[in-house]
């Protein structure tokens, strides 16, 4: 388990932050949402029935993961715990060649902490579900498997973390926002998350994103780099897996070596 440098932030993430993120949200109960789960070919089980995973390829090369958290994917323990373990199993599946991540909801891909999950809550509790959230995001940016992100509607902070963690961010068109609001919600950027961001958007425009907290539609994240490509709603999961099928064209293992050489530097940030 990644551990989380919580250091600076204990004091805040004690006193403030539950009581911030109250403020930011309705608290309810409004994560009960129905799980479902499906594969057309083989299971790869993540223990849980929070993403949907399909593998619709005829060489079962690619493999689609469906974040299928009610009403907003936000990112419960349990989900970030089941989204590590399958990433980990593909790693492990020398069938696996890609991964398209996106999600089942028609507006959300992801509203990205729990925030609900905060309240109330001890520093422990507190810590261990950041760690959770951490582990997944560095399993997915450290993954073998060449990832792209099919955002299918608003990327929201964690959200949109997770789609930095993919190698290529492909954004439906629409009303939806993508963007690093942490600041707006009154989290201090984590280093590791600011480094990923440097990473795919580099050093000054990822300062901007990330100090300004603001939340981009599709065109103004295409812009900064927050995503890569900005596509009809229809067309996004055809324009992922074309993209993915060009990315794992390139020999495997060159492939997973350079992208272990290129990401490795990160790490630093990450453990
Ligand atoms: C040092 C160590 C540090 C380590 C810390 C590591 C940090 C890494 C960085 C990550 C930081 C974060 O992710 S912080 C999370 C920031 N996230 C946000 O600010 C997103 C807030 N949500 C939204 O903007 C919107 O909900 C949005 C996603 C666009 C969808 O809008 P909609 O109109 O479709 O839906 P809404 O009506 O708003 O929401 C539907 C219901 O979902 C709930 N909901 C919405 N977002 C939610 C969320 N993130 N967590 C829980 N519940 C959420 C609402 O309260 C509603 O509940 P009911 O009223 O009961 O129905």
Known sequence: MVKVNVDMASSFIRAVLPRLACRHLKI??????RYLYGCNKRWVSSGSDLVQVEQDD???EIVVLK????????????????????????????????????????????AGLQLTALHGKSYDEIKEYFSTFQTMAHTLFTSRLATVAAINGHA??????????????VMAEGKFHNGLNEVIVGIPMPAWVSAYTVYALGTNTAEKVILSGKKHTPREALQVGLVDQVVPPDDLIQVSKNILSDLIKVGDYPRRLSKERLRKELLMFSL
Not at 156 to 169: F, M, T, W
């Open 28 to 33: 309810g109960n409004n994560c009960n949402g």
């Open 58 to 60: 005829s060489d079962n």
């Open 156 to 169: 929201i902070a964690g959200g949109c973390v997770i789609a930095l963690c993919c190698e290529y961010r």
């Open 67 to 110: 974040m299928n958290v009610k009403p907003v994917n936000a990112c419960t323990a349990e989900f970030n715990n089941a989204m590590t373990k399958l990433i980990k199993d593909l790693d492990a599946d020398e069938q696996s060649k890609g991964l398209i991540l996106t999600s089942t909801l028609p507006n959300v891909f992801s």
